[in-house]
């Protein structure tokens, strides 16, 4: 029999991890619930098979509003911040948002890129979608179809970080003669 | 024991008939009924694959939250159970690292089984720390053999890789070609605590084996690395090390050479410290050194490689390691050898360079094995 003290140590050291995990996972649970669904139009794809799981990886095809359009300079990767107007899930238009201004009334949500994650996720220019291998290759086959417009609904977290949730497809208009 | 070689043995008059009956009923006391246990065993790993199968094939119509309670559930089960059976103390060893290392690998998996549940992504480094911290005391406490002390090592090299790997990325994304010198000095420095800790641990510990394996591999990551910063800088000019950087990387190596030398005052310990010296010594000098070109830069790389691994041929010799010595040996040999055809390059294509190379080469082989069957310590002596 293992001396007492021992005994207390090693159940310590088993019961550290398990409650670190299971802690992790409760807050994890909870951040996912939290926040407002939104749909942005996506473009592209890239299937991966990493130790990690398949997943999709895609870019955000953000609507620009009118005025930033015209100039041609608008480039969302630079951006810290977009305002997003519409009414949710539905995103009418963005446009970036400088640093020093944090509120803004005309703005129906914020959304901030995420910074130090992982390589696939670059602020508000792209992300990554988990899905298993089979579902991985019938989305990526739905992303190159130029029939199709890509939508990822998001949950938008209270600090203005997307979570996506799901993948979702929409017939685009035919186009005008 | 089989009864053949008993008889064989006394028959040829080295064992007597007494020894052997007292043999015979002590292997007969001690002996496992092996063949059960294989039938046991299989019959388990056919149900765990059974389930396994049967949860993979269903694994998408799963709930996540359902599949991550099963691999929470699997984790406590395992805990408890390795808990009640260490507690006992009635696990062979082997047996205990295995759930130790099994139980590790599920706690790293859950990480990235979360992310895939709930969308979440983060840097690699950040899930592999946060593993290290919750883990380490059960595998260091509690590990004994390799498979833990293997797990926690790659554990400890694949943070600073993924952490490395990350940092210079977020260094070149805000525009910063310039490499943060006190950063790429730290990052290498877990090996050269790890590997005094180890030595200073290895005398106080219940368990010196394990220790002693940690220290090992801590070692030989330090000459890993230092090899391929010399190999780097040696053949591409770009990749050389910053002063600061290695200044950093000198002293944690003295400092781990104090600790080896104060716990372990045996020549394999003398030994061990004095190369870590030698490598700080080199490491440090080799950053110094200005840009190189062409034959200079050849003659300098393969120079410091030698120097090195002379150094570990001298010390295998002091302390007695016979493979070691064999291993320094044949990578000095090849390094020369490929020195010999680096400054034949532009002898190359007239053939008269590819055939001096080539016997350079084979009198480098000759001259290595002569060596190596003269100066080699005797089999049997470790480390």
């Not at chain 2, 394990?210 to 591409?236: N, Y």
């Not at chain 2, 002091?318 to 050898?337: K, N, S």
């Amino acid at each position: 029999m293992m001396p007492r003290r021992t005994r207390l140590i090693l159940a310590a050291a088993l019961t550290l991890p398990l409650a670190a995990l299971a802690g992790s996972w409760a807050v994890t649970h909870r951040q996912a619930q939290q926040g407002q669904e939104w749909l942005i139009p996506i473009q592209g794809y890239d299937p991966r098979d990493l130790l990690r799981g398949h997943y999709v990886q895609y870019r955000y095809d953000w609507p620009l509003a009118p005025h930033q359009g015209e100039d041609g300079r608008f480039d969302p990767s630079y951006a810290d911040a977009l305002c997003v107007t519409g009414i949710a899930p539905h995103i009418q238009a963005v446009r970036p948002l400088p640093r020093t201004m944090n509120a803004d009334q005309s703005c129906a949500i914020i959304l901030r890129g995420t910074i130090g994650t992982r390589r696939e996720i670059r602020g508000l220019t792209s992300d990554i979608f988990y899905a298993s291998q089979s579902q991985a290759i019938v989305l990526s086959r739905k992303l190159s179809d130029p029939a199709l417009q890509g939508l990822v609904r998001v949950r938008v977290r209270p600090d203005g970080m997307l979570n996506p949730v799901a993948l979702e497809f929409r017939r685009r208009p035919p186009p005008q003669p | 024991m089989s009864e053949r070689k008993l008889r064989a043995w006394q028959a040829a008059g080295l064992i007597d008939a007494d020894t052997a009956s007292r043999i015979s009923a002590w292997e007969a006391a001690h002996s496992r009924p092996i063949g059960v246990w294989a039938v046991v065993g299989l019959g388990a790993l056919t149900i765990g694959l059974g389930l396994v199968s049967l949860i993979a094939a269903n694994w998408e119509d799963i709930a996540g939250t359902t599949r991550l309670a099963i691999h929470m559930l699997l984790m406590v089960a395992l805990a408890a159970g390795t808990w009640w059976s260490m507690s006992r103390e009635r696990m062979h060893d082997q047996v205990q690292d295995a759930l130790l290392f099994i139980g590790a690998v599920l706690g790293l998996t859950f990480f990235g089984h979360l992310g895939q549940v709930y969308q979440t992504s983060s840097p690699l480094w950040q899930p592999l720390l946060a593993w290290m911290l919750l883990f380490s005391p059960l595998l260091l406490l509690f590990g004994r053999g390799w498979p833990v002390a293997g797990l926690w090592m790659a554990g400890l090299l694949g943070l600073m890789w993924a952490h490395a790997d990350d940092h210079g990325h977020i260094w070149t994304l805000f525009g910063r070609t310039e490499r943060p010198w006190l950063c790429w000095g730290l990052i290498a420095c877990p090996p050269m605590i790890v590997a005094g800790a180890a030595a200073l641990l290895r005398g106080r510990s219940s368990r010196p084996a394990f220790w002693r394996l940690l220290e090992q591999m801590a070692v030989a990551t330090i000459f890993t690395g230092i090899s391929l910063a010399i190999l780097l800088h040696g053949w591409d000019g770009d990749s050389s090390l910053r002063p600061g950087s290695a200044l950093i990387h000198g002293l944690a190596l003295l400092a781990a050479a104090a600790a080896i030398a104060h716990a372990r005052r045996t020549a394999s310990g003398r030994a061990t410290a004095a190369l870590l010296l030698v490598a700080a010594a080199l490491h440090f000098t080799q950053a110094l050194l200005p840009n190189l070109h062409g034959t200079a830069r050849a003659w300098t790389g393969s120079l410091f490689f030698c120097l090195l691994w002379g150094a570990v041929a001298a010390a295998a010799i002091h302390a007695g390691w016979r493979r070691l010595f064999q291993l320094a040996v044949t990578l000095v040999a090849l390094r020369i050898i490929i020195l010999s055809f680096e400054l034949n390059d532009d002898l190359l294509g007239s053939g008269v360079g590819l055939i001096l190379s080539g016997l350079f080469a084979m009198a480098v082989a000759w001259g290595t094995i002569r060596l190596s069957r003269r100066y080699a310590p005797a089999r049997g002596d470790m480390a």
